[in-house]
């Protein structure tokens, strides 16, 4: 089965992820199609489950919706879920590109990777703040992505928590050149440049491009190459 590479190779600049969280839902198609005319390189979407985080958002249908709407669009699901493993056929049949699964909830990450990659999509391990950085790097020889979770997960427009830059710093050289690092959570035209800094090379922001009257000048300025701007309101 033929995967998108989009996290296959080493990035010459930034990848942007646009996290749909935020997003107008009455208004998504358009919603996510401007995102990627402002220079996203990829839609994030967050599942959440109400057992695993404390929040319910979206399923498949929403994953299949916009495959339909963006035949183009890198998808890339982040399933905040206790028993990702009963996901993965569902979005790979609903159009996704990558799975990233909590490594929390997860005995055998090799095994729920290779699932993954066998169901035609890349597969991300990610951590919360608090989890042992150990536990990733156990785990990591399969996997195309490592997403560090910089706020406790289950909302949009949390406060970065800037202990997590350590994990950033210790994952980073651990990986290969075909494995990315995925910082989500907080991170805004302020906290990406720390971010970029200490390795992330793949950044996710909700509220930070959502929330901005300008979605150019918000994908720039997460890339670092504008300045931040006043928020909406
Ligand atoms: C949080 C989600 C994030 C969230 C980011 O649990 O995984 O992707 O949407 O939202 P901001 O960028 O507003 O912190
Ligand atoms: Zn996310």
Redesign the pocket.
């Known amino acids: 089965m033929t995967r998108k590479t989009l996290f296959a190779d080493p990035p010459t600049r930034p990848l942007i992820g646009a996290?749909i969280?935020?997003a107008d839902f009455a208004r998504l198609g358009c919603e996510a199609q401007a995102v990627l005319e402002a220079g996203a390189d990829f839609l994030?979407l967050?599942v959440?489950d109400g057992h695993f985080?404390p929040n319910l958002t979206m399923g498949p249908d929403v994953c299949r919706s916009l495959r339909a709407a963006l035949p183009e669009a890198f998808i890339d699901v982040?399933l905040?879920v206790t028993a990702p493993q009963t996901f993965v056929e569902q979005f790979a049949d609903a159009g996704a590109d990558h799975l990233t699964f909590h490594i929390e909830v997860v005995p055998a990450p090799a095994e729920l990777v290779e699932i993954i990659h066998q169901a035609g999509m890349t597969a991300g391990l990610a951590m919360n703040p608090d989890t042992d950085v150990a536990r990733i790097a156990a785990n990591l020889e399969p996997a195309d992505l490592v997403l560090v979770?910089s706020?406790q997960?289950?909302?949009?427009?949390?406060a970065f928590l800037p202990g997590v830059l350590e994990h950033i710093r210790t994952i980073r050289p651990m990986l290969r050149d075909d494995q990315r690092l995925e910082i989500?959570?907080?991170?805004?035209g302020r906290t990406a440049g720390a971010c970029r800094e200490a390795g992330g090379d793949a950044l996710?922001?909700?509220?930070?491009i959502f929330g901005c009257e300008d979605y150019d000048q918000a994908v720039a300025a997460l890339r670092g190459t504008a300045s931040v701007l006043p928020r909406r309101n």
């Open positions: 996290s969280l935020s994030h967050d959440m985080v982040h905040m979770m706020v997960p289950g909302f949009a427009g949390q989500d959570g907080g991170v805004n996710v922001a909700a509220s930070a």
